[in-house]
């Protein structure tokens, strides 16, 4: 991790966190469970600042639970967490817009959209045209979708 991403303090402070020992079977340990945007900016476990996009990552044999940077969850765990604040940043903009498949699997996970919201949003996720009601129904889904990023962010 280059560009004042401290590879060695993040994987220090993950490591010590799990139960595994070296960082090749630390990481299967650890999953996403949230995210959110800081009010004012937040320093990354790495040491790198400022960070606005929050990921919230949970260790699954410790219980252990901590915050990490946007890029630092992306470079650790594999997951694009950037594709997810892309979608948030492109509904604040434009309730017209859809969300990315990405980020509707992440918040059908979480359970801000249930199972119709996710069908629907899978069905209409490159439609342009959308009749009257289903850009109500699209309009419902992001402001549900940007409620609970205002309420607590996610997890």
Request: hydrophobic content about 35%; aromatic content about 10%.
């Amino acid at each position: 991790m280059d560009n004042g991403y401290n590879f060695k303090q993040l994987k220090a402070a993950i490591l010590s966190m799990s139960r595994a020992q070296d960082w090749e079977s630390a990481k299967p340990e650890w999953k996403l469970i949230g995210i959110s945007e800081a009010d004012t900016p937040e320093t990354c476990l790495c040491g790198h600042f400022p960070i606005i996009e929050r990921c919230t990552i949970t260790n699954r044999v410790t219980n252990k639970t901590t915050e990490v940077g946007n890029v630092c969850v992306k470079r650790f765990l594999g997951f694009r967490s950037d594709l997810i604040f892309a979608a948030i940043k492109r509904i604040r903009g434009d309730m017209d817009k859809s969300i990315n498949a990405d980020a509707a699997v992440f918040f059908h996970e979480q359970g801000i959209i249930n199972d119709w919201e996710y069908g629907f949003q899978q069905n209409t996720f490159r439609k342009r045209n959308l009749t009257g009601s289903q850009m109500a129904t699209r309009h419902s889904i992001n402001r549900k979708i940007l409620n609970a990023i205002a309420r607590r962010g996610i997890g």
